[in-house]
């Protein structure tokens, strides 16, 4: 089962979140029927989204796009407090396989553009804060927002494995790094010297007790404790109500139009790719209300 732990050195001068999202990008993957570049570019950001909605309380939740002007398109993550997130990348058949590492490429195809995260808190305008792409390797991108709009210095990783015979997802999953305002240089020195030591993400996730060794490889000899441990998940909220309010919202000549030339409709949600079908006689009843 996928899941997440939040850690805190014992001195309180950094904070640590690792994540194993394997089940949730497989599960991405297979909803959406991607294709290995896209599977890996909205593997990176549904991962991202699960980092800031592990940030939050109650029932605040948060979207990711990365609106960037390559081949992918917007890719797009709405995350919550509880683990939940989905999402869905605009042009899901990128197979632009392998740089000289075995690793899909995918700065090139997420371009230039910006890395915006809004978080709804339940209030009349929900919070925006947007930064430039700096790279499009996205876990880059979300250490650069943290620095520019939250004044955290961060380090990210982040990693979707795709196994190379079937190029389904193998493992999946990423660490977030945060100094915390006390830290003292010589410490903030030896843990960038740890994190440049570490195994990847990918070897770590293939390993016995995976999130245990990623924690111990970023903090080293820097004693820490255990926080919290919760679970993640590939979960949509959509329901064939919701839709439904969507269609009454069009008004009766729009319905009427859909009886008469489609005699129904069928509405595909954006995030989970469900399909949920309309009758004629479902549709009327719209009308008539």
Not at 84 to 102: C, F
Not at 114 to 143: H, M, N, R
Not at 241 to 258: S, V
Request: glycine share 8%; hydrophobic share 40%; proline share 3%.
């Amino acid at each position: 089962m996928d899941k997440i732990i939040k850690s805190m050195s014992k001195n309180g001068h950094f904070r640590a979140f690792v994540l194993d999202a394997t089940q949730t990008v497989r599960e991405a993957q297979k909803r959406h029927h991607t294709w290995p570049t896209s599977t890996v570019a909205l593997g990176r950001t549904l991962i991202a989204a699960q980092i800031l909605g592990a940030n939050e309380k109650g029932d605040e939740k948060i979207t990711v796009k990365v609106l960037g002007d390559g081949a992918l398109g917007a890719i797009v993550a709405v995350s919550d407090s509880k683990g939940n997130v989905k999402g869905y990348v605009k042009n899901k058949e990128l197979d632009y396989k392998k740089g000289s590492t075995g690793e899909v490429l995918v700065a090139p195809f997420v371009g230039n553009g910006f890395f915006v995260v809004i978080k709804d808190l339940g209030l009349k305008q929900p919070y925006s804060g947007k930064v430039d792409l700096i790279t499009g390797e996205i876990g880059e991108d979300l250490a650069w927002y943290f620095l520019s709009s939250e004044q955290t210095p961060s380090s990210v990783g982040l990693n979707v494995l795709l196994d190379e015979s079937e190029d389904t997802v193998k493992v999946a999953g990423g660490f977030m790094l945060q100094a915390m305002p006390d830290a003292l240089e010589d410490e903030i020195t030896q843990i960038e010297k740890n994190i440049k030591a570490m195994p990847s993400i990918a070897t770590l996730l293939t390993s016995t007790d995976a999130l245990s060794q990623m924690l111990h490889a970023i903090y080293g000899d820097l004693p820490f404790t255990l926080l919290s441990q919760s679970p993640l998940s590939f979960s949509c909220d959509c329901s064939k109500e919701r839709f439904r309010d969507g269609i009454r919202t069009l008004g009766a000549q729009a319905i009427t139009e859909m009886i008469e030339e489609d005699h129904g409709a069928e509405v595909i949600c954006q995030f989970c790719n469900r399909k949920y079908e309309f009758s004629q006689e479902e549709l009327h009843a719209l009308i008539l209300k």
